[in-house]
């Protein structure tokens, strides 16, 4: 059987992660546009986010930093640094959903209910739609924390290529967060 050669340089699997991407940042600005929208037409209830979001923001910033780390670590095959690092980063992916949570029981504490407004909605629907891809996120770390306790760490292009799709889509949720609270933070 003969090799396919292909004719550019990236990989089909980055060239569909990067697709995917690109049509993520197509939803988001869509939404936040009809969020402009719908806020510019009337019936708006003016209300902050809930502070806890903010600090939500440092744990999925600490999370793409060890991320990184975990990548620079598996690179230089240090084992220990690259399990120790990856645990970190799951852990605090799995933070920034709980304290998610968090955020919108207090929105719901302060009769903020996603029923009240308009303005409610878009909020619970913009950091929904962002906590569902950090769980899709989630799950490609999972099976990197398996792989890294289960088989001995050795740099293979395929463990790195898995890897580094998993760092790039971690990279765009932290990214995409960063945008979200900035938006909903200049739209008050």
């Known amino acids: ?35 402009i929208v ?7 209830l003016e209300f902050s986010i809930p502070t806890i979001f903010y600090a939500n923001t440092l744990v999925i910033v600490a999370s793409s930093i060890t991320l990184h780390a975990a ?3 598996f690179k230089r095959e240090a084992a220990v640094a690259y399990k120790a690092l990856l645990s970190i980063s799951f852990i605090l992916g799995i933070a920034f959903v709980a304290i998610q949570l968090l955020g919108w029981e207090e ?4 009769g903020l209910d996603i029923k009240i407004n308009p303005s409610t909605s878009f909020v ?8 569902v891809h950090v769980l899709g996120g989630l799950a490609a770390l999972a099976v ?3 792989m890294a306790f289960v088989t001995k760490l050795k740099r293979t292009p395929a463990r790195q290529l898995r890897l ?17 609270i900035i938006f909903l933070s200049l739209q008050r």
Not at 38 to 44: L, S
């Open 107 to 110: 929105m719901t504490a302060q």
């Open 164 to 180: 580094e799709l998993t760092l790039t889509y971690w990279h765009f949720v932290d990214i995409l967060w960063i945008y979200l």
């Open 144 to 146: 990197a924390l398996v």
């Open 1 to 35: 059987m003969q090799a396919v050669q292909r004719h550019n340089n990236i990989h089909p699997k980055k060239l569909l992660l990067w697709v995917s991407i690109v049509s993520l940042v197509m939803m988001f600005t869509a939404l936040t546009s009809a969020y």
């Open 124 to 131: 619970y629907a913009l950091s929904g739609l962002h906590a």
């Open 71 to 73: 990548y620079a670590a």
């Open 38 to 44: 719908r806020r510019a037409a009337g019936n708006w």
